[in-house]
């Protein structure tokens, strides 16, 4: 069966995972870490690209994010990932692919499932138990949505400030959404999506999707299609 192409629309959130070839480290220190921020902020002003969340796992990253136009995100994918492995090889004197294939994405609800999803970023390097809270790593955009640091990498998404009418309160807000943490079933529900290719949202969200691409945006059900009434 031929793979899906990736599911892109402009002004649409995405959630974006690359991780590292057969399960290889992407990053050998702050110098590496650093580098890819410095990369993501750049080609994010190049390509007009909001980042609204990002968290750099020792062997993959995880970017939430809205491109404004349609080859928008592509773009920047491909300028971001062919930037950082000339310049970790060159750093690191090897050769060869950094990357596991191509990025897994998918197309999220912002009203529904962009507090949750930034909330799962965030609580990835405690469930990997690289921290013991979410505050506690500095490769996240915690620290900037939680009001303990600015970020120039990070834009807020418009459902971001509806956590609060001022930012200590919008701060305030997401810090205790974090410290809640999600169910098994959000998280499950984030994860299958992200990593299948799968749209999140409600029904009428799905629908108005439909209609923009002739992609499928949803996995079909099982069992033959209906035939359509005489």
């Not at 069966?1 to 995405?14: D, G, I, Y």
């Not at 990357?99 to 998918?106: I, L, P």
Request: include cysteine; proline fraction near 5%.
């Amino acid at each position: 069966m031929a793979r899906l192409s990736r599911l892109t629309l402009a002004n649409q959130v995405h959630h974006i995972i690359q991780r590292g070839n057969n399960g290889a480290g992407i990053f050998a220190d702050v110098q590496d870490r650093q580098a890819m921020l410095d990369l993501l902020r750049e080609m994010a002003r190049r390509f007009d690209v909001d980042v609204h969340a990002y968290v750099l796992m020792p062997n993959h990253f995880h970017l939430l994010l809205t491109p404004r136009t349609l080859d928008a995100l592509p773009q920047y994918m491909q300028a971001v990932g062919r930037s950082y492995v000339r310049y970790f090889n060159n750093r690191h004197a090897r050769s060869g692919t950094l990357w596991e294939g191509r990025y897994r994405c998918t197309v999220l609800q912002a009203e529904d499932w962009l507090i949750p999803t930034m909330v799962s970023m965030d609580l990835n390097p405690v469930r990997a138990g690289l921290a013991q809270k979410a505050a506690d790593w500095p490769w996240s955009s915690y620290g900037a949505n939680a009001g303990l640091r600015n970020d120039a990498l990070v834009s807020p998404h418009r459902v971001f400030w509806t956590l609060g009418n001022t930012p200590f309160a919008r701060d305030a807000a997401y810090a205790k959404a974090v410290e809640a943490g999600l169910g098994s079933s959000a998280q499950d529900r984030i994860s299958h999506a992200a990593l299948r290719g799968w749209a999140l949202g409600d029904e009428a969200f799905i629908e108005k999707l439909q209609q923009q691409t002739e992609r499928r945006v949803t996995r079909q059900r099982a069992g033959r299609p209906k035939k359509a009434p005489p």
